[in-house]
């Protein structure tokens, strides 16, 4: 697929709806971007393993398949996480 887009303010590039669905990119989605041979191109990188609380338990979510070492390491670093919160918030008292 080729799609000619117009550079915007800033320097801007709106990736078109097309493209974005066929890609599976929303809001957020991180991109990297590299110079080769006076082009440039633009790669999805695949979504943060995050762990949310919905119905008061936690779930994992990601766009896409998971691996048992990524889960693993959304744990740490979610647990990470709340123990750094516990140790701020008892500094604080």
């Given at each position: 697929?080729?799609?000619?887009?117009?550079?915007?303010?800033?320097?801007?590039?709106?990736?078109?709806?097309?493209?974005?669905?066929?890609?599976?990119?929303?809001?957020?989605?991180?991109?990297?971007?590299?110079?080769?041979?006076?082009?440039?191109?633009?790669?999805?990188?695949?979504?943060?393993?995050?762990?949310?609380?919905?119905?008061?338990?936690?779930?994992?979510?990601?766009?896409?398949?998971?691996?048992?070492?990524?889960?693993?390491?959304a744990i740490k670093a979610d647990r990470d996480a709340?123990?750094?919160?516990?140790?701020?918030?008892?500094?604080?008292?």
């Amino acid at each position: 697929m080729s799609i000619t887009i117009q550079l915007g303010k800033s320097g801007r590039l709106v990736v078109p709806k097309a493209i974005r669905d066929n890609l599976g990119l929303h809001e957020g989605s991180r991109l990297k971007l590299e110079i080769q041979g006076g082009k440039f191109q633009v790669t999805p990188e695949p979504d943060p393993i995050k762990i949310k609380i919905k119905n008061g338990l936690p779930v994992i979510s990601s766009g896409q398949p998971l691996k048992r070492d990524s889960i693993v390491q959304a744990i740490k670093a979610d647990r990470d996480a709340r123990e750094e919160k516990i140790v701020s918030t008892s500094k604080r008292k």
